[in-house]
Each structure stands twice: as C-alpha cells, then as structure tokens.
C-alpha cells in the first residue's frame, strides 16, 4: 500500500480481516480516530497501561507514545504489535484486529449528571447513582465505562454498574461503584465533600468489554473488587435477554466485607438458573469466620476448570488479576486468546508507572 503525503486528512487505516477503514488525523492516535468514527477497536485504559488495544501491524509505519512494558514488550514490538492508544500513523496502515464489529458502536456524547445518591456499600465503597438529563438517554453496551470531566481537564473512568434496559424504570439512572483511594483526587471529593444533586460532567460510552452474544460458549466471570460492577451490568443483560449460557461468577476480595453486593448475587441466582457464584477471599482474619473459598481469585477459577478450551472469560477489576488471569488461563487451560474479554482498572497510579 502507497504511503499518503501528510496532510489535513492524515492517512487511510485499513482493519483485517473486516476489511474496514477509517481515516486517522496526524496528530491524534489510531485508537481516539476510531473511536470517533465508530469503529469498533478493542480498547480499555486508553493510556498505554493496559494493553487491550494491542493488535498486529500488518504493513505501514507508526510511532508510539509513551506505555508500559507490561501493555507492550520491547519483544511483541519487534514482532510487529502496537498499541493503537498511543500509534501515530506515519504512513497508510494496515492492522489485524478480531474484535472489529459492523455495528457495535454508539456515539460518545459529553452531558451533565446529577447526584441523584450515595450510598455506602462498604468501608471503601460508595455506589453513586447519577440522574441523566431527561430525553437523553445515553446509550452504552452493558459492561462499558463513563469518564468525569473534572473541573481541570482531568479525567476519571469508571464502569456502568448497571444494565441499559434500567435506565427505562422511573428514577434510575447510571449506577457506578466507586473505591476509595485516599489522596485520589476525585474519590476524597466523592467520599468526603460530594452531596446529593451535585452537578458532573460525564463522556460516553467507552470500552470494548460487553458480553459477546454470537456465542453459545459457557462463561466464566471473573471480578476483584470494584471489578464486580461492569459484571454487575453483564447479569442484569443477561437476565433481561434472556441468555441462558452457563456461567460462573468469581468475585474476589482481600476481606468478606469486600465482596459489598455479595447479598445482591445471592438473591439473584434464582433469576439466573444458569448461573454459578463461587466468592473467593485472600486475606480473611479469624473473626471473618469466613468458610469460603481462599487464596488468589483467578487461580481458583483454574482449581475448577482446568480446561478452558472451549469458554469464554470476561474479568474485570485490578491488574494484577486480570494479567495473571489471561497468561495463565492461555498457558495452564487452553483458553483461546481471542475468548478472553477484559477490562483492567488502571488507576492515575498505574497509568504514571514507567
């Protein structure tokens, strides 16, 4: 493919094995030309620290911005990946990405939202229920993100708690579930100066994490933490659908009191006959009486499906976990690459890492 001058229009990129192509300007990334567009790239951080965007550069030149080790290697650079988060085209490109899809994009739009409540769901957690404006229903994908614009410019993302078909029952809106990070600068405001009907501005929807519906395949969820709210959105979809694939909810936490919706599952799965809930606790302490499962979350998942062949993985929450998870789920149970679906919540703190 002939390299295009540089120009107002930038250059052409070509997406295989879909075939589609958008134009992307000189000085925006391949991702954010997508995105604007409504192509369907997989994506989660949006800031080099995640790696959901990394696919292969078939032909073409970029230059990359900044980014983690972790999300790229020096190694996976040279065999041709990027990061379309943070590749510049310096000529036409082409890249192959399996997650492309025709239709599954909605228009990300800025609006104002109000702080309809907040309500404690633990020591660290807070659920935040946000009233949209009336007439504007924001469409979004069940498991997807909103990002706050904070007075500054800087922004904080968080996931939708809740599925889409909600936001048609009076007086709800988006449900978020927000951790506590002491000296983060939107969470001390959220738990220590926010009240009710406070007016935000929110951008959306984001991310590429939904459930995959043109699959039959049984589901293993996996969360840690905050990490339970895009899944959350994931059982109420599939309840409203009426999708009636096995599946196996892992929700990890440190302590029992993280799991903070553990009640909310339980009086769920007589919704969802499909659906199997197995919580696992790290660092229970005697008076936890705890008698669940322990140790690490995503090696639990393996203690009981040492096969993974033939699933499919959605996990979301911290890094750590959501990294182990796909390496040892591809290396240990077979689990096929493109069947895992992740959604990685990077904090400020791990977006600054080198």
Avoid at 193 to 208: D, T, V
Avoid at 304 to 315: H, K
């Amino acid at each position: 493919m002939t390299s295009a001058a540089p120009h107002e229009a930038g250059f052409s990129i070509t997406v295989e094995p879909s075939g589609r192509r958008f134009a992307v300007h000189a000085d925006e990334t391949i991702l954010a030309a997508g995105i604007r567009q409504g192509i369907g790239l997989p994506y989660g951080c949006k800031d080099g620290a995640c790696g959901s965007c990394k696919c292969r550069k078939l032909s073409g030149e970029v230059t990359l911005g900044p980014h983690q080790s972790k999300a790229l290697s020096a190694e996976e650079r040279l065999a041709g990946l990027v990061l379309t988060c943070c590749a510049f085209a310096q000529s036409d490109v082409v890249l192959e990405s399996r997650q492309v899809t025709e239709a599954n994009a909605y228009p990300i739009r800025k609006m104002p939202a109000r702080v309809a409540a907040l309500v404690k769901k633990s020591h660290d957690v807070v659920m935040l229920r946000l009233q949209l404006p009336a007439g504007e229903p924001l469409q979004f994908h069940a498991g997807q993100y909103v990002e706050f614009i904070l007075r500054d410019g800087a922004r904080r993302s968080y996931s939708m708690a809740n599925a889409p078909h909600t936001l048609g029952e009076p007086g709800t809106g988006i449900e978020l579930h927000i951790r506590h990070l002491p000296g983060g600068k939107f969470t001390d405001h959220v738990f220590g100066a926010m009240k009710e009907k406070e007016i935000l501005r929110i951008e959306g929807p984001y991310g590429s994490f939904f459930l995959r519906e043109d699959s039959d395949k049984p589901i293993v969820l996996l969360a840690s933490g905050t990490g339970f709210a895009p899944i959350k959105a994931l059982l109420e979809h599939m309840k409203f659908k009426a999708i009636d694939r096995p599946a196996t909810l892992y929700w990890g936490g440190r302590r029992p009191e993280d799991l903070y919706m553990d009640d909310w599952v339980r009086e769920h799965q007589a919704e969802l006959p499909n659906l199997r809930y197995v919580p696992v606790v790290s660092n229970a302490v005697p008076e936890d009486n705890w008698t669940g499962r322990t140790g690490f979350v995503h090696r639990a998942v393996l203690e009981d499906f040492p096969d993974l062949s033939g699933y499919q993985v959605y996990a979301c929450g911290a890094p750590i976990v959501v990294d182990s998870a796909k390496r040892d789920y591809m290396a240990e149970a077979g689990l096929p690459e493109e069947e895992f679906f992740a959604d990685a919540f990077t904090t400020e703190a791990d977006k600054a890492q080198p």
